[in-house]
């Protein structure tokens, strides 16, 4: 009886069966729902720079007494090589000390509707190691900038390429720098902005190039853009130069370690030569009978 009652009218015949159906569009701007992209060290990166660290922890507290002990005591011979080297160990210690910070706290969680971002605040007098935390919506952000940063003179100079982000009330937080010769695969910071700037809707501005130093970076003097423009051939000139001058270094400290080790030899040698050898006795052997 169903198939004999006829469809109501005004009606649509009803589609064939197996006939494709009409694909839905949808209208409006909504944004699909994308996936939460999270930057963050590896356990074992961490865990390698924390045991690094704890392991020459004792060495560095050592040095002090060690001074303390040969100054107190008079012993001036090789004091000032100690204190030389007690410097050096203490600036290898804090660059230690800053990666093991940056592997352990650092993170950037691209989420769906805002980034959450723990990175080193880059103010005050130890700008790595303090640390700050920012939780910024996408429809809060103003742009999203890069642009080099050039460090150094003509003798080593080196190229870092910085993000950061403007936020519509003009506040920036800076994202970080990276080596363009030596880029940290667990914080490409060029990638990052890029995937930000998406997900607010913009494109990254790229500020061009400025020519900066430490000091009046430390004091917060705006940079200087520069009245040249820096194409490819001299940046990859710059980059040559930069591992020249890394190689001279690293071949004149093996040739200063070689050079105290052979003098050490020649004067262990010299000192084994100058012992003075027992003269024999005068007195006469009876004879035998």
């Known amino acids: 009886m169903a198939d004999t009652i006829p469809p109501p009218a005004g009606s649509a015949p009803a589609a064939a069966a197996g006939e494709a159906k009409a694909p839905v569009v949808m209208t409006g701007t909504?944004?699909?729902m994308a996936e939460p992209k999270i930057y963050a060290s590896s356990i074992g990166r961490s865990t390698?720079?924390?045991?690094?660290?704890?392991a020459l922890l004792p060495f560095l507290a050592s040095i002090p007494a060690m001074l303390y002990m040969r100054i107190s005591h008079g012993l001036w011979h090789d004091t000032w090589g100690l204190v030389l080297f007690g410097i050096a160990f203490a600036f290898v210690m804090l660059l230690l000390l800053v990666e093991m910070l940056f592997s352990i706290r650092a993170r950037i969680e691209i989420g769906d509707k805002s980034v959450r971002m723990t990175l080193p605040t880059g103010g005050g007098p130890t700008p790595l190691l303090r640390y700050a935390t920012h939780d910024v919506p996408y429809s809060d952000i103003k742009s999203v900038e890069t642009r080099r940063e050039i460090y150094g003179g003509a003798l080593a100079p080196v190229l870092m390429r910085g993000a950061r982000i403007i936020t519509k009330d003009d506040r920036a937080i800076r994202l970080g720098y990276v080596n363009e010769a030596n880029v940290d695969p667990a914080f490409p910071y060029h990638a990052i902005a890029e995937e930000i700037a998406a997900r607010a809707g913009l494109s990254v501005a790229d500020r061009g190039n400025v020519r900066r130093t430490v000091a009046?970076?430390?004091?917060?003097?705006?940079?200087?853009?520069?009245?040249?423009?820096?194409?490819e051939r001299e940046i990859s000139e710059i980059n040559r130069q930069h591992n020249r001058v890394l190689v001279a270094l690293v071949a004149g400290l093996i040739m200063l370690v070689g050079l105290g080790i052979v003098s050490d030899v020649i004067d262990e040698g010299i000192r084994s030569t100058s012992i003075p050898v027992a003269e024999p006795s005068n007195a006469k052997t009876p004879p035998r009978k």
């Open 30 to 32: 909504a944004r699909p």
């Open 216 to 231: 009046r970076k430390a004091l917060g003097i705006v940079s200087d853009p520069l009245s040249t423009t820096i194409d």
């Open 48 to 54: 390698v720079f924390s045991l690094l660290f704890l």
